[in-house]
């Protein structure tokens, strides 16, 4: 079973593995704002750790739920509109599986955390992918309005998987979810390994 799913998680990594600049330099034609929406639902490095972030604040409750749903929307835009005003990137890009890996590894455990602490996981998680997104943004010459439709998507599926998450009640349900966490983490380990194939 657990072979399957190493199996299972690689190839889904594989699959969903973004190119590194053509989730920037996608348009649908219906203007920035969408562009950033369409962004966030078709690059798994910056929508993977969002849901986790979501997972693990329903996980602990409905007060981590409400400051996670609020923060991390917040802090993207804000280390958003720095990268874009900097149009520098001060980390690699493979910094993103770090996320996976920590925020999978901490959903899976179930930890109970207080809020303060969730609040500052999605300070940081904001702030780096963020400031990641306009730099990028801001080297393809894109609008930083792209950043508005970004932000909104994550306020809107971290209200959903959040408010899901915090529905749950049966026990197995919360275990689904830590499944669900472990699974995310695999993938950031995966990412990490290629990242640092990647650079050596």
Known sequence: MRR???WTSAAAAFLFWPGAANAHLMTTGLGPVYDGISHLVLTFDDLLP???????????GPASGRRALFILPAAWLAGGLA???????????????FSLLALGVLT?????LAPTVVTALAVTLGTVHGWLNGAAIAVVGREASG????????????????????SLKRP????????????????GLLLLGWALRGSS
């Open 172 to 187: 197995w349900m919360r275990i689904a979810v830590r499944v669900a966490g472990s699974w995310i983490a695999a993938i």
């Open 147 to 166: 950043l508005v439709g970004i932000t909104g998507a994550i306020f809107l599926l971290a209200a959903l998987v959040s408010a899901l998450v915090v």
């Open 4 to 6: 399957r799913a190493l």
């Open 83 to 97: 990268g874009y005003l900097t149009g520098v990137a001060p980390l690699p890009a493979g910094v993103t599986s």
């Open 108 to 112: 899976a455990a179930d930890l109970k």
């Open 50 to 60: 969002v849901i986790a972030m979501a997972l693990l604040a329903g996980l602990n």
